[in-house]
């Protein structure tokens, strides 16, 4: 069981290239979400899906774009990377029951942007 | 959601109980106190989470007062591998994936 994994763990872009995350879990979570955090602050959530095929906006989803075509995984795009996307990317899955929702994090991507 | 209070660091000796204290005094009857630590440069790792009762895992225990206006996550032996950000989060049960965290507590375990 190797929970949220997140491919690449670093990767350094120049502005106006693109690139996709990939993120995968293998916990048969219905939750999936992107989340970026920058030095000295909290998560800031981008992008999240519900379910396979359907994805929705979070908190600061401009400049991304994600996909979910498979329940186990969850891609975010950057169509044109920026310097203001630089950050750490972590991805999240999660169950919710009657319980509460728990998110298992991913390890993240460590993303620069020139 | 609620806010929470929490002391910004504290020190633990190895071996001995670690115990991180959060106020939320304005916390409703449908909101959850979750606690979450982030060791550097790692994700999130979830620890525990509870609504009025004590819980205990393989981790950790958390006791939430009668009144729920206040919560101790303890870590019951600590070592190195614990130091970490600690933070406690408040939220209600349909509110998955919109995560908060505040400061937290940076928490120092030493030899």
């Known amino acids: 069981n190797a929970g949220v994994t997140q491919t690449p763990k670093f990767r350094v872009l120049k502005t106006g290239q693109s690139m996709t995350l990939l993120c995968a879990q293998d916990?048969?979570?219905?939750?999936m979400y992107w989340y970026r955090q920058d030095p000295g602050m909290g998560l800031r959530l981008i992008h999240y899906?519900?379910?396979?095929?359907?994805?929705a906006k979070g908190e600061v989803p401009d400049g991304y774009n994600v996909s979910r075509l498979k329940k186990q995984n969850f891609l975010l795009g950057l169509e044109s990377a920026a310097p203001s996307q630089t950050s750490v990317y972590f991805c999240?899955?999660?169950?919710?029951?009657?319980?509460?929702?728990?998110?298992?994090f991913g390890p993240g991507t460590r993303l620069t942007v020139l | 959601d609620a806010k929470t209070t929490q002391p910004p660091s504290m020190d633990c000796a190895e071996g001995r109980a670690a115990n991180l204290p959060c106020n939320h005094s304005?916390?409703?009857?449908?909101?959850?106190v979750y606690w979450y630590r982030q060791i550097h440069s790692q994700g999130p790792q979830y620890i525990i989470h509870?609504?009025?009762n004590n819980e205990t895992n393989e981790m950790a225990s958390l006791i939430i007062t009668e009144d729920r206006k206040s919560s101790t996550l303890i870590l019951p032996h600590a070592t190195l591998r614990d130091t970490a950000v600690y933070y406690c989060?408040?939220?209600?049960?349909?509110?998955?994936?919109?995560?908060?965290f505040g400061a937290g507590t940076q928490v120092v375990v030493t030899p």
């Open positions: 304005t916390i409703s009857g449908n909101e959850y």
């Open positions: 989060i408040v939220r209600a049960t349909d509110s998955w994936g919109k995560l908060q």
């Open positions: 999240a899955s999660s169950y919710s029951n009657s319980g509460g929702a728990v998110e298992y």
């Open positions: 916990m048969n979570h219905e939750y």
């Open positions: 509870g609504l009025k």
């Open positions: 899906s519900v379910g396979e095929g359907t994805t």
